[in-house]
């Protein structure tokens, strides 16, 4: 039994039809990328700036701390300050600047995101008054 061979202009035409498809598959997969880099641009850059300068913080922190290798404070239960009573005050009071810290860190993103967002809207707005 003899397989069919294509002659060269059947095969030219069979390489351009695989062509368009590819052509095509690739277009839709960069305008998926291209919108979703448009929609995500601002957190995708203060992840990456945030991240940067964490790293090097964190470099710096460890170049300067030469005594321990734990950077973690413990949270403090006993009482500092006699004059007062109440013993859930006490507790905030003394590790305030601990709370501080982790209130900090959990809406340090969320305040960046929003500042990306307005930015954004303000320099690529769409509803821009003309005066």
């Given amino acids: 039994m003899s397989k ?4 060269p202009l059947e095969e030219l035409r ?3 039809k695989r062509f368009r498809e590819e052509r095509k598959i690739a277009s839709q997969r960069l305008s998926y990328q291209l ?15 945030t991240s940067s300068i964490k790293s090097k913080f964190s ?6 701390s030469t ?4 950077s973690v404070t413990p949270f403090i239960t ?9 013993t859930v005050t006490q507790i905030i009071l003394s590790n305030l600047p601990l709370i501080g810290s982790a209130a900090w860190n959990i809406a340090k993103p969320a305040l960046i995101a929003f500042g990306a967002k307005k930015l954004t809207s303000v320099f690529f707005g769409r509803n821009r008054k003309k005066k």
Avoid at 67 to 70: D, I, L, N, R, V
Avoid at 78 to 86: A, D, G, M, S
Wanted: hydrophobic share 30%; net charge neutral.
């Fill in 35 to 49: 919108q979703y880099l448009n929609d995500n641009w601002g957190s995708m850059l203060t992840k990456g700036v």
């Fill in 67 to 70: 005594s321990s290798s734990t």
């Fill in 4 to 7: 069919y061979k294509l002659d």
């Fill in 59 to 64: 470099e710096t922190m460890d170049n300067m």
């Fill in 14 to 16: 069979l390489e351009k």
């Fill in 78 to 86: 006993k009482v500092r300050n006699p004059w007062l009573n109440n």
